[in-house]
């Protein structure tokens, strides 16, 4: 089953690069396998037809097989990015149901989810067995999924133009979920009154605030019941609950059943 889904869809290679001088990549004859290449920090310059677009921060560039590639990272700060390149026998037609790669460059929403999955595949990209080959594949299939639906709401929602610094905001939040979130602290990084960002929030997750966050951090610490052999109390500090009861019931509330089920 793992060679059929190989064969309809895999990763030829990810890999990530943090610049810190100018680099040009030039294949004038393209390459066998598509490219998608996200810009994490700094802009991509890409030349098309005599001139040039450029790719910003939060967006995904897109090459098909043989299409001629130019693009250039100019000497910035930090200039990050991560690519993966695809191929397989059901990659076109996934792409037209999909309805993406029409365009040289995509601006999605929910650029921080975006930006993880990107990381997902390199990093299993690199384990080089049959296992992470597979999660690869499965990675990709999700990506380009949300790159579908991203880009979409992106043009047609009425708060597009806020969704990648919600989005931020929530990377923020999952990579220290230790830490306490409230609105007023978060709306200030967003550069938003409290109300504009619990109305903004909403409209980009589909909850308010404080009940997304929870949410979260809940999923995290029930990946954790699982996968680990930690104690309760010590994933529920983990994601900065410090009483353990208290944990438990909130817990419940949002999985129906006590962590101690799972153990």
Known sequence: MSAMVCDDIFVTSSGEMKLQKPVRTIRKSGRRDFLILYVCEG??????????????????????????????????????NIWVHFSGDKCDELLAALNIGNERILKPSHTARIEHIF????????????ESSVICTGLLTALLGMLAEYTKEESSHAFGEYRRIIGDEIMR????????????KSAENCGMSVTHFSRVFKSVTGEPPLK??????????????????????????????????????????????PPSKIR
């Not at 990381?119 to 049959?130: R, V």
């Not at 939040?173 to 007023?184: C, E, H, L, S």
Request: aromatic fraction near 14%; hydrophobic fraction near 35%.
């Open 119 to 130: 990381s997902a595949i390199c990093d299993s990209f690199l384990n080089k067995n049959t």
């Open 173 to 184: 939040f999952k990579t220290t979920p230790y830490q306490k979130m409230t609105i007023a």
């Open 43 to 80: 802009t991509c310059v890409l030349s098309s037809d005599g001139g040039s677009l450029t790719a910003e921060k939060g967006s995904v560039v897109f090459y098909r097989p043989s299409e001629p590639q130019d693009y250039y990272f100019p000497a910035e700060p930090v200039n990050h």
């Open 212 to 257: 997304y966050i929870t949410r979260v951090k809940i999923e995290r610490a029930k990946e954790m019941l699982i996968f680990t052999d930690e104690s309760i109390a010590s994933i529920a500090a983990s994601v900065g609950y410090t009483d353990q009861n208290y944990f438990a019931r909130i817990f419940k509330r949002f999985t129906g059943f």
